[in-house]
Structure formats: structure tokens, C-alpha cells
């Protein structure tokens, strides 16, 4: 485990580490491509590619002049849906005690513009999120460093003293391409293999442990 400077910044993945949006996912997924298509997919096969954006999921699906269209119906389904969107237990109050401890939160997202504003209406923690960066404001999301380097412009913050959290490969990816410290969650969509084959610095097993991240003291 790395031992450099204390941390002023921790950048937070969402779906999977910080909310539990997969109902919400697979009923907006599997009911937009069964419009479009007719196919019925199954929830355990649109569970493995939520962690890439959207419009990347739909193109196994459809053919590409078909995914505009796909993409705002998306939106739509996912605010009808957007009451099963909820925190992971603990997580709220892990957010604001690392605020009241004088950090800079972030969000990096692979969702869309349309999902994060849905997501960010349903879970109320404006207060505490400093910037929010989704997949569209980045020419490269996740797994490339583009949308954790823009979360830390944003921010003024260094690298070397930053810290990535996630559920996912894409997660601790694009924080080791970043130069920041990663923190890789058990409690979401990632098989723990995978995760530690990633070679996080920290694993955390559960959602009270964000509170309490070593190189904050």
C-alpha cells in the first residue's frame, strides 16, 4: 500500500458503489430493446455491462441509426424508474462526515447527461458533491484517466494527493491512468477476483468504511 500525501480529494464512482440503480437499469434496458427489437435479455446478462455507458450497452442490441432514438427513450424510462434508484445503507452518512471532515467529493460517472440528472433529482446530495462529471463531457470515459483528470481540474486538486473509488475494472482503470490512489468496493456489480486483479490500493468491504479511509489524518 502506497503511503503519500494526505488526502484532499476523493473522486466516487456511482452506480454500484454509491447507489444501487440496477433495478431501475434493467427494467429501462430490458423494456427499450423489446420496443425497438422485440428481444427479451435477460436481467443477469444486462447486469455485466453496466458499468460502460449507455449507448455502448444499446449497440449490442440495435443497429446503430437506431441508438439516438434509444438513448432518449432511455432517459425517459430511467425517470419513470428512478424511485428503485437507492443509496447503498451507510453511504449518506459516510458522505457527509468525509464533507465535515474537510474533503472535496467528486462524482465519475459513466452515466449519460440524461441519467445523471435523473439520479442526481432522486438522491438529494447536492450539499455535499462537489462536481459531477458523466460520460458525456469526456471525449474517453472510463476506463481512460479523461473524466478523473477533468473531475480534478475542476476541482484544483492534485493527483497525488486524490483518490478513486469504485465497483469496477473501469473504476480503478481510469484511476491508475490518472495517477490516483484507487479504492476498489466489494458490495457492487464486480466479481472480488476481478477487483483485486486490478490491483487496487484499498478494498473496502463495506459502505461505513468510506467514512474512515486511511491518508486522511
Known amino acids: 500500500m502506497r503511503t503519500e500525501a494526505k488526502l484532499k480529494t476523493i473522486l466516487f464512482d456511482l452506480d454500484g458503489t454509491l447507489i444501487n440503480s440496477l433495478p431501475a437499469y434493467i427494467l429501462s434496458f430490458q423494456q427499450n430493446i423489446r420496443e425497438v427489437t422485440g428481444r427479451e435479455i435477460s436481467a443477469e446478462e444486462l447486469a455485466s455491462r453496466i458499468s460502460i455507458p449507455t449507448p455502448r450497452i444499446l449497440e449490442y442490441y440495435a443497429a446503430p441509426e437506431q441508438i439516438p432514438g434509444m438513448v432518449a427513450r432511455h432517459n425517459e424510462l430511467m425517470r419513470q424508474n428512478a424511485d428503485l434508484i437507492t443509496f447503498y445503507p451507510g453511504v449518506p452518512e459516510a458522505l457527509r462526515s468525509l464533507r465535515a471532515a474537510g474533503l472535496k467529493l467528486g462524482v465519475v460517472t459513466s452515466q449519460i447527461e440524461g441519467e445523471l440528472a435523473t439520479t442526481r433529482a432522486a438522491l438529494g446530495i447536492e450539499d ?26 475542476m476541482l484544483g486538486e492534485a493527483a497525488g494527493t486524490a483518490m478513486m473509488v469504485g465497483d469496477s475494472i473501469y473504476d480503478l ?33 463495506d459502505p461505513a468504511e468510506l467514512a474512515r479511509l486511511p491518508w486522511m489524518a
Open 128 to 153: 455535499v458533491i462537489d462536481v459531477w462529471i458523466h460520460s458525456d463531457m469526456v471525449a474517453h470515459p472510463k476506463p481512460a484517466p479523461d473524466p478523473v483528470l477533468l473531475a480534478l481540474e
Open 173 to 205: 482503470g481510469a484511476g491508475k491512468a490518472a495517477g490516483v490512489r484507487t479504492a476498489a468496493v466489494t458490495w457492487g456489480f464486480t466479481e472480488l477476483p476481478a477487483l483485486l486483479a486490478a490491483g487496487p490500493d484499498l478494498l473496502l468491504r
